[in-house]
């Protein structure tokens, strides 16, 4: 009776001693260096509300995409009309998203054969005679247009998640928010304008032709 007693005693005493070694990471500090190699090594990560931190909201600039797509179009088709031996009398961008451009009025219904069969995510969206020429204003096919600022959207967030792994934050939240808005949380960043620099760096990648 006596033993049984005792070893309850012991198996009380340990389960003690193992609780107290799991209730001291607050006062790890304090410790020797010794005492942390008893203490579990997975923690649970605080998030923004518990240990602070930044919390970011940006917008993506979609019209800037489209705006770069349409003047790298019109570049494309100021020169294939070139190679095909059309000058045209004026070519530019308009509205932001939109390219209007004016041919001589005999050279119309080429263009416009050029134009639907090369550029097939390109749109007429108005055409009417200009003092000799003829003017078509073109823009995106509505489908072209999503397609394209929801690849500016995805591009941002992976940019976005590279650019944070410089600061090493532990659980990071980087996701889309509404229609061109990304949140950005980062828990333990108490610097939020060095972290608004580094996400706010523009980066624009160029492919050029070299002679």
């Not at 190679?83 to 308009?94: D, H, L, Q």
């Not at 005999?106 to 007429?124: C, G, K, M, Q």
Request: proline content about 5%; glycine content about 6%; charged content about 25%.
């Amino acid at each position: 009776m006596q033993r049984a007693v005792l070893v309850r005693l012991v198996i009380s005493l340990i389960a003690a001693c193992v609780a107290l070694v799991y209730l001291t990471p607050t006062f790890i500090h304090s410790l020797p260096s010794w005492w942390s190699s008893f203490l579990p090594t997975d923690r649970i990560h605080l998030g923004l509300d518990l240990q602070g931190g930044s919390h970011l909201v940006l917008e993506v600039k979609v019209d800037k995409a489209v705006e770069n797509t349409m003047e790298r179009l019109k570049g494309d088709i100021n020169s294939l009309l070139k190679e095909k031996g059309i000058s045209p009398s004026a070519i530019e961008r308009v509205q932001g998203n939109q390219i209007s451009l004016k041919v001589p009025s005999a050279s119309s219904d080429p263009v416009r054969s050029l134009l639907r069969s090369e550029f097939p995510n390109l749109v007429i969206v108005n055409s009417r005679p200009a003092g000799g020429n003829t003017e078509f204003v073109l823009g995106l096919q509505e489908k072209e247009r999503r397609s394209l600022e929801e690849s500016a959207i995805d591009q941002s967030l992976e940019t976005i998640r590279n650019r944070i792994d410089q600061f090493g934050v532990s659980e990071p939240i980087i996701q889309r928010e509404g229609q061109q808005n990304i949140l950005v949380q980062l828990p333990g960043i108490q610097d939020p304008e060095r972290a608004k620099e580094i996400i706010g760096k523009t980066a624009l990648l160029e492919f050029k032709l070299l002679d």
